[in-house]
Antibody, heavy 117, light 111 residues
Framework: QVQLHESGPGLVKPSGTLSLTCAVS?????????WSWIRQPPGKGLEWVGE???????NYNPSLKSRVTISADMSKNQFSLSVNSVTAADTAIYYC??????????WGRGTLVTVSS | QSALTQPPSASGSPGQSVTISCTGT?????????VSWYQQFPAKAPKLIIY???KRPSGVPDRFSGSKSGNMASLTVSGLQAEDEADYYC???????????FGGGTKLTVL
């Protein structure tokens, strides 16, 4: 059974950097698939943030591309998200997920990140 | 690029059928066979219920079905049950510049 688990600070100061990690079990991030981040502001809809392939290739939401970095660590079987210059608008539940050819089939439980001083 | 357009709410009585629309453009929904639907309960992660327009993952009841016509995709829930009350989101591939879009979500209420 594939499981994903997000971890990282729940509170980040404005203008700081949000950093999260997604630990994968039951599958290898070296497999032929993409690994994604999605976020959901409280009470609002889903927004695709970006994705990484085990080769290091990445794709990003154009609206976030200048501030986002996603990377994969095969030795730890995990992938990470970094968002810099954060504002209150980046406050959201952040989910990591495994992506098939055109869908997200396994999701983590999500972690709430609040941007506040 | 804008999110896909979904009605904010939908409702039906137990046993009835409800259809939720997801309207995109010829650059996303209309262009590729990669439309998926997700079910989300309060304080839970989304769950995949339809992928590639009309395919169901193992374990998803056949009461859930998907379709697409032109730039609009649809999710139909037949034989509504109280347990179907949740938020539903569509998603579509939008090419190699925009990549992935979500709809704004539809809250389904079982009356």
């Amino acid at each position: 059974q594939v499981q994903l688990h997000e971890s990282g600070p729940g509170l980040v100061k404005p203008s700081g950097t949000l950093s999260l990690t997604c630990a994968v079990s039951g599958d290898s991030i070296s497999s032929v698939t993409w690994w994604s981040w999605i976020r959901q502001p409280p009470g609002k809809g889903l927004e695709w943030v970006g994705e990484v392939y085990h080769t290091g290739k990445t794709n990003y939401n154009p609206s976030l591309k200048s501030r986002v970095t996603i990377s994969a660590d095969m030795s730890k079987n995990q992938f990470s998200l970094s968002v810099n210059s954060v504002t209150a608008a980046d406050t959201a539940i952040y989910y990591c997920a495994r992506k098939g050819p055109g869908y997200l089939d396994v999701w983590g439980r999500g972690t709430l990140v609040t941007v506040s001083s | 690029q804008s999110a896909l357009t979904q009605p904010p709410s939908a409702s039906g009585s137990p046993g009835q059928s409800v259809t939720i629309s997801c309207t995109g453009t010829s650059s996303d929904v209309g262009a590729y066979p990669y439309v998926s639907w997700y079910q989300q309960f309060p304080a839970k992660a989304p769950k995949l219920i339809i992928y590639e327009v009309n395919k169901r993952p193992s374990g998803v009841p056949d009461r859930f079905s998907g379709s697409k016509s032109g730039n609009m995709a649809s999710l139909t829930v037949s034989g509504l049950q109280a347990e179907d009350e949740a938020d539903y989101y569509c998603s579509a591939f939008a090419g190699t510049n925009t990549f992935w879009l979500f709809g704004g979500g539809t809250k389904l209420t079982v009356l």
